[in-house]
């Protein structure tokens, strides 16, 4: 079946570390983004990638880095710089292209824990 | 970033009661959508809604894109247990970017 791939779970770092979130899809769409989820908001924009080889900054892109070398994989990477980076993390992805059909679909996200 | 207004942010019902939510924006979007999430998972998507004034059912839920393109909302009839989780709204404007509503949390009381 056609989806999203995100890994790991969860993940627990320490401060001052770097950690690298997975998404990964086989869904053939252009569009990929990266979303920070914290209780009682809504999900805010770190990363959007349109087309492979560019991406650009979200609301929230300070602190992180991703890279986007094949249509299918989006990486994120919290850096030690992300201030507060424990948080619940959704990768999303649509056909892009501008297509009216487009919706998001979900990965099941990967929860960072910063000890 | 824009976010949307959602309501009630949540939501005690008995089984079997309808439910309503709904979302508001200061910007006209040409896509509404609503999705669900439950603990520790990615939002499945519901429902979505492409042109104004259009009112589209997935089984027992509802959904309408309101006429002026700032506001949708969505309806859930006879709720059983398994309804209960997180309800996001989204809207994507022209420039396909998403902007989320802050979830109206559902619990379902047997």
């Known amino acids: 079946d056609g989806g999203i791939t995100q890994s790991p779970k969860y993940l627990f770092r320490k401060e001052g570390q770097n950690v690298t979130l997975s998404c990964e899809q086989n869904l053939n769409h252009d569009a990929m983004y990266w979303y920070r989820q914290d209780p009682g908001q809504g999900l805010r924009l770190i990363y959007y990638s349109q087309i492979v080889n560019d991406f650009q900054k979200g609301d929230i892109a300070e602190g992180y880095s991703v890279s986007r070398e094949k249509k299918e994989s989006f990486p994120l990477t919290v850096t030690s710089a992300q201030k507060n980076p424990t948080a619940f993390y959704l990768c999303?992805?649509?056909?892009?292209?501008?297509?009216?059909?487009?919706?998001?679909?979900f990965g099941a996200g990967s929860r960072l824990t910063v000890l | 970033g824009q976010q949307l207004n959602q309501s009630p942010q949540s939501m005690f019902i008995q089984e079997g009661e309808d439910v309503s939510m709904n979302c508001t924006s200061s910007s006209i979007f040409n896509t509404w959508l609503w999705y669900k999430q439950d603990p520790g998972e990615g939002p499945v998507l519901l429902i979505a809604?492409?042109?104004?004034?259009e009112l589209t059912s997935n089984g027992r839920l509802t959904a309408q894109f309101g006429i002026t393109r700032k506001d949708s909302f969505l309806n859930i009839s006879a709720s059983i247990p398994s309804d209960v989780g997180i309800y996001f709204c989204a809207g994507r404007n022209t420039g396909n970017q998403f902007y989320f509503g802050t979830g109206t949390s559902l619990t379902v009381i047997p």
């Open positions: 999303a992805s649509t056909p892009g292209g501008g297509s009216g059909a487009n919706v998001l679909t």
């Open positions: 809604l492409y042109k104004a004034g």
